[in-house]
């Protein structure tokens, strides 16, 4: 959210078109009688939603659900035993470099690192673990950054994934230069701690895993750019106006929110789901990857779903 766009006269949307906790209460309970095992709460910051508590204690009452969330780490040394105590079971922290300024140019973040390095701390404290960093790297402003994450993280438990840097939306340019690739991320790690690689928990599991040798740990690598996994994918999203995105880079998606909101039961609700994940076709990211060979820049304007 550029400050440029998102600045204090930005007309963000009104209460009324969000969906309620008792909303998305309903809408996870469908999801999970669909077969849905992990809710993952994310944003934007989602830790800035009002009474978030509330919603995490709703969602942790469904059975068997892996209730987890991602935030920016600046709020949780507050946050984090209260969503612990309400039934959350794991946080994901974004971190892109332990150096101020290199953080601030990936971020445009206007606070310092050691805030987020308490909020990492705050979570390990409260229990929400194993706690994962995830690093975006890009070509010429944080790849410097990758090793001393690596270090700083190495045998305390945190597992930092490495992601390669991409375009998130539609209208976002995008230039293989800018793209530090998995494979050299894991060699340059590689070339100061031996690693071997670890099978995946699941199918559709999007990081490669990696341990270190050494048993300190583990890291991730996420290639969503040089090796994208369209086919294997099992993702969906549900934005806070009640929008289904059967693909992170989807520019519209299927209004829930009216459905909920027009007396349909849950089993129509969920046939309506039903309907939409059936026809799924996405592999934008497949499909920007061949088209970026083929182009060293590209501004794509097909978006699957």
Request: proline letters at 5%.
């Amino acid at each position: 959210m550029p400050r440029e766009i998102f600045g204090r006269e930005y007309a963000f949307l009104p209460r009324a078109e969000l969906l309620t906790f008792e909303e998305i209460e309903r809408l996870a309970r469908v999801f999970a009688s669909r077969g849905v095992e992990k809710i993952r709460l994310t944003g934007g910051e989602p830790l800035l939603r009002r009474d978030l508590e509330t919603l995490v204690a709703m969602l942790a009452r469904i059975p068997a659900l892996d209730l987890t969330l991602t935030t920016n780490g600046v709020l949780l040394p507050a946050k984090a035993q209260p969503l612990a105590d309400a039934g959350l079971r794991r946080v994901t922290v974004s971190l892109d470099s332990l150096d101020d300024d290199v953080f601030k140019a990936m971020n445009d973040a206007d606070v310092p690192v050691a805030r987020v390095l308490a909020g990492i701390d705050s979570a390990q404290a409260a229990g929400l673990g194993p706690v994962k960093v995830n690093t975006v790297v890009k070509r010429g402003v944080n790849e410097d950054s990758v090793l001393p994450l690596a270090s700083h993280f190495r045998g305390n438990g945190v597992v930092v994934r490495f992601i390669e840097y991409m375009d998130v939306g539609v209208t976002n340019g995008w230039c293989l230069d800018e793209v530090v690739p998995a494979k050299e991320i894991v060699a340059a790690i590689e070339a100061e701690w031996p690693l071997e690689p670890v099978q995946p928990g699941y199918r559709g599991e999007v990081a490669r895993r990696y341990r270190y040798r050494d048993g300190a740990g583990e890291i991730g690598v996420i290639a969503s750019v040089t090796q994208p996994f369209c086919r294997d994918c099992t993702r969906a999203r549900v934005s806070a106006d009640g929008k289904l995105y059967t693909c992170l880079f989807a520019a519209h998606g299927h209004d829930l929110r009216a459905v909920l909101r027009g007396g349909a039961t849950d089993a129509e609700l969920g046939a309506t789901v039903d309907g939409i994940w059936r026809v799924r076709a996405d592999r934008y990211s497949e499909i920007r990857s061949a088209e970026t060979v083929e182009s060293p820049r590209v501004e794509m304007s097909y978006i699957g779903g």
